[in-house]
């Protein structure tokens, strides 16, 4: 069972900087693609960024030009640097890999106050 764990959420003020981490328990090049998908009270869960295993990358326009997703195959983990953060951006993040099927993290909660 594959297990993917985030971390680095928390609060910041509107305009700061967080770093999302998620390390996986197996190799992460075994994985068609990785990514982050954040969920707000009341609304759908939402694909914010995504990495393939060829290194291609997507955003959603939402975060295009503020957030930068990457993948570390040497530690197994995939990130997610985001910049200039709204009070819009506030939700639990929750890391993805999918080859076969979806794996899940446990989510972790971003605040952003205004």
């Known amino acids: 069972q594959v297990q993917l764990v985030e971390s680095g959420g928390g609060l910041v003020q509107a305009g700061g900087s967080l770093r999302l981490s998620c390390a996986a328990s197996?190799?992460?090049?075994?994985?068609?693609?990785l990514g982050w998908y954040r969920q707000a009270p009341g609304k759908q869960r939402e694909l914010v960024a995504s990495?393939?295993?060829?290194?291609?990358?997507y955003y959603d326009w939402f975060v295009k030009g503020r957030f930068t997703i990457s993948s570390d195959n040497a530690k197994n983990t995939v990130s997610l640097e985001m910049n200039s953060l709204k009070p819009e951006d506030t939700a639990v993040y929750y890391c993805?890999?999918?080859?076969?099927?979806?794996?899940w993290g446990q989510g972790t909660q971003v605040t952003v106050s205004s």
């Open positions: 197996e190799r992460i090049f075994s994985f068609n693609s």
């Open positions: 990495i393939s295993s060829g290194g291609s990358t």
């Open positions: 993805n890999a999918h080859n076969v099927r979806s794996y």
